[in-house]
Nanobody, 119 residues
């Protein structure tokens, strides 16, 4: 498993935008892609978006569909999460991770990046 480094979080007002980046030093054997998981205060971590390494559709949770865009640069093993029309309920620590089938994450988590949306 390879370490991941997230960046780009911060404080933004509702309706604003942020762009997160995540770079992996390599690909974990058997993974299907890389995704963004988020953990709101007092809640469990859950996937928000996932993009396959090659081909296929990008997954978006219903709560972010239409507002977030997940993209990748395979040459850099980097994924991006463009977050628009942010809402206070998007406040969470955001983590990227590679995932296996059924969007199951590996056990290798980065430190995450805090996103805070004020109302």
């Amino acid at each position: 498993q390879v370490p991941l480094v997230e960046s780009g979080g911060g404080l933004v007002q509702a309706g604003g935008s942020l762009r997160l980046s995540c770079t992996a030093s390599g690909r974990t054997f058997g993974t299907y892609g890389m995704g963004w998981f988020r953990q709101p205060p007092g809640k469990e971590r859950a996937i928000g978006a996932g993009i396959p390494w090659s081909g296929g559709s990008t997954y978006y949770a219903d709560s972010v569909k239409g507002r977030f865009t997940n993209s990748r640069d395979n040459t850099k093993n980097t994924v991006y999460l463009q977050m628009n029309s942010l809402k206070p309920e998007d406040t969470a620590v955001y983590y990227c991770n590679q995932y296996y089938r059924r969007l199951s994450p590996t056990s290798c988590w980065g430190q995450g990046t805090q996103v805070t949306v004020s109302s």
